[in-house]
Nanobody, 121 residues
């Protein structure tokens, strides 16, 4: 599975962005997908995850109620809708595919290249 993240950019606080994670490979629909982010000088952290079927999701406390993860297996794409963005959401965002949703980086098998989100105050 190969992943390509896109949709990042510069947005003012309170604004919205939608990230996309496009996948190639026939087995994409077998994988859970997670979004992670990494700010300068900080460790990569879990943001949100969705099961292979799209029926179950999980969010970090810091984004719960503001971000929504979804997937369209027919399009082999996972989305992260980010609303009410805050300056502390500024980071490089990565999508990753694994067998189950976890918050641990090491449990994911495939990673996209990352897309930068910058939220100005």
């Amino acid at each position: 599975v190969q992943l390509q993240a896109s949709g990042g950019g510069l947005v003012q606080a309170g604004g919205s962005l939608r990230l996309s994670c496009a996948a190639s490979g026939r087995t994409f629909s077998n994988y859970a997908v997670g979004w992670f982010r990494q700010a300068p000088g900080r460790e990569r952290e879990f943001v949100a995850g969705v099961t292979w079927s799209g029926t179950s999701t999980n969010y970090a406390d810091s984004v719960e109620g503001r971000f929504t993860i979804s997937r369209d297996n027919a399009k082999k794409t996972v989305y992260l809708q980010m609303n009410s963005l805050k300056p502390e959401d500024t980071a490089v965002y990565y999508c990753a595919a694994g067998r189950v949703i976890t918050t641990f980086v090491r449990t994911y098998d495939y990673w996209g290249q990352g897309t930068l989100v910058t939220v100005s105050s």
